[in-house]
C-alpha cells in the first residue's frame, strides 16, 4: 500500500540535543512538507520541499532543518536551537506543489524534553 | 493576511443530533478549501475539496458546503464514531510567500455521546 511512514511515533529529547525525525513516502509525489501541531492551535509549517535537493522554510522554521537528498525521503532534524520543541510533528506530501490537490499525511511523531 | 477560523472550537452532540462547523476564510483568492478529519495521536485525513462558491459534496453522514466567505461542515444523524477533530484548510492563489500551501484553522473537536 502507498502512504507515507513517519518515525518513531514517540521521541524523548534530552536539553541541547538534536534529534531527527524520519519521513518516508512511497507514493511518487514531488513535494513533502513538515507541519507542526500544538494543542488548540492549526497546524504551522516547518519546511517544504518541492523537489529533490531543493527545499525552502516555512513559517515557523528556526530551529529546525531538513534535507532532501532522495525523492521518497524528508527529514527533519530538531536542533537544540529549539527551545519549545514538544509537540506532535506531521509529514505530508503531494504530487506537485501549488497544485490543488489533498496532501496525504503521515501518523505523526510526538516529540517530548527530558 | 491569509486566515481561517473554525467555530465552535468543541462540539458536544447526542447521537442522532445533526449539525454544522463553520469555516470563516480570509484570502487574497480561493483556489481550494479543504476538510480533513483527524483522530487522537493520528495525522488529519482527507475528505473533500472545495472549489467554487456554491459547491456542496457528501460523504455518508457529512456534506460540505462553501460561500464566498465560509465553510459548512454539516454532519447529519452523527454517530460516536463521528467523534474527531475537524480540520479546514485553504489554498490561496497567491504565489508569493506561500507558494500556494495550505493554510489551516484551529479544528472543531467534535464529540458524539451515544
Known amino acids: 500500500d502507498g502512504g507515507i511512514t513517519q518515525s518513531p511515533k514517540y521521541l524523548f529529547r534530552k536539553e541541547g540535543q538534536n534529534v531527527t525525525l524520519s519521513c518516508e513516502q512511497n507514493l511518487n509525489h514531488d513535494a513533502m512538507y513538515w507541519y507542526r501541531q500544538d494543542p488548540g492551535q492549526g497546524l504551522r509549517l516547518i519546511y517544504y520541499?518541492?523537489?529533490?535537493?531543493?527545499?525552502q522554510k516555512g513559517d515557523i522554521a528556526e530551529g529546525y532543518s531538513v534535507s532532501r537528498e532522495k525523492k521518497e525521503s524528508f527529514p527533519l532534524t530538531v536542533t537544540s536551537a529549539q527551545k519549545n520543541p514538544t509537540a506532535f510533528y506531521l509529514c505530508a506530501s503531494k504530487r506537485r506543489a501549488g497544485l490543488v490537490e489533498k496532501l496525504f499525511f503521515g501518523s505523526g511523531t510526538q516529540l517530548s524534553v527530558l | 493576511e491569509d486566515q481561517v477560523t473554525q467555530s465552535p472550537e468543541a462540539l458536544r452532540l447526542q447521537e442522532g443530533e445533526s449539525s454544522s462547523l463553520n469555516c470563516s476564510y480570509t484570502v487574497s483568492g480561493l483556489r481550494g478549501l479543504f476538510w480533513y478529519r483527524q483522530d487522537p495521536g493520528k495525522g488529519p485525513e482527507f475528505l473533500f475539496t472545495?472549489?467554487?462558491a456554491g459547491e456542496e459534496k457528501e460523504k455518508e453522514r457529512l456534506k460540505a458546503t462553501l460561500t464566498k466567505k465560509e465553510s459548512f461542515l454539516h454532519i447529519t444523524a452523527p454517530k460516536p464514531e463521528d467523534s474527531a477533530t475537524y480540520l479546514c484548510?485553504?489554498?490561496?492563489?497567491?504565489?508569493?510567500?506561500?507558494?500556494?500551501?495550505?493554510?489551516f484553522g484551529k479544528g472543531t473537536k467534535l464529540s458524539v455521546k451515544p
Open positions: 520541499s518541492q523537489i529533490v535537493n531543493d527545499f
Open positions: 472545495l472549489y467554487s
Open positions: 484548510a485553504v489554498q490561496a492563489l497567491n504565489y508569493g510567500g506561500s507558494q500556494g500551501n495550505l493554510i
